[in-house]
């Protein structure tokens, strides 16, 4: 089992659509969790940090739930912009990636 | 600051050639990770560095490949012999805070 488990989708959402991705991951003693973008032949970039009570930027909702260990990340009103891979990472000191789920939000 | 830099940005080789990648990271960033992304595998931890020591090389493939940190200022990922399975985009990235900060990575083409 990967330590760290996504949906790799495509998700193909219109603009204005809201979408939800899940992120499973297996080591219960993980202590950070992150949500980062990844656009087509970039590197990856820190999007958002996520908090056990959960936390909110602009459009974007990340939530963490330790007992069924998951992170989710909702973006509300998706814009063409969003379109990208969102990655979910686990770890301590470690960083364990999430393979990525891609998004592509058509006009 | 000019952010994490890797060197070279492309690297073309053939199959037993060495290979070395370079990264460069962001000054008083204590931990250095390298990583590999291919489509099959997604974004895989090789092994990480705090403090110029390594701390976890398990995601390292196999004896082929070595990294080293000889300094606060440089590391280096090594390949030898190289093969063809190894093509890919290698990452380096280091951590202040909690953010971790990517260099433009170094795609690998092992012919």
């Known amino acids: 089992r990967k330590e760290v488990e996504q949906d790799p989708g495509p998700f193909n959402v219109p603009e204005g659509a809201t979408v939800a991705f899940n992120c499973t991951y297996s080591?219960?003693?993980?202590?950070?969790f992150f949500w980062y973008r990844q656009d087509c032949r970039k590197e990856p970039k820190l999007l958002m940090s996520?908090?056990?009570s959960g936390n909110e930027d602009g459009r974007f909702t990340a939530q963490l739930n330790r007992a069924s260990q998951y992170i989710s990340l909702l973006i509300r009103d998706s814009k063409l912009s969003d379109s990208a891979t969102y990655l979910c990472?686990?770890?301590?000191?470690?960083?364990?990636f999430g393979a990525g789920t891609r998004l592509t939000v058509k006009p | 600051d000019a952010g994490v830099i890797q060197s070279p940005r492309h690297e073309v080789t053939e199959m037993g050639q060495e290979v070395t990648l370079r990264c460069k990271p962001i000054?008083?960033?204590?931990?250095l990770f390298w990583y590999r992304q291919t489509m099959m595998r997604g974004l895989e931890l090789l092994i990480y560095f705090n403090n110029n020591v390594p701390i976890d090389d398990s995601g390292m493939p196999e004896d082929r490949f070595s990294a080293k940190m000889p300094n606060a200022s440089f590391s280096t990922l090594k390949i030898q012999p190289s093969e063809p399975r190894d093509s890919a985009v290698y990452f380096c990235a280091t951590v202040t805070g909690n953010e971790q900060f990517f260099g433009p990575g170094t795609r690998l083409t092992v012919l």
């Open positions: 080591n219960s003693a993980s202590q950070s």
């Open positions: 000054s008083g960033h204590d931990y």
């Open positions: 990472v686990v770890g301590n000191n470690d960083m364990r």
């Open positions: 996520v908090y056990s």
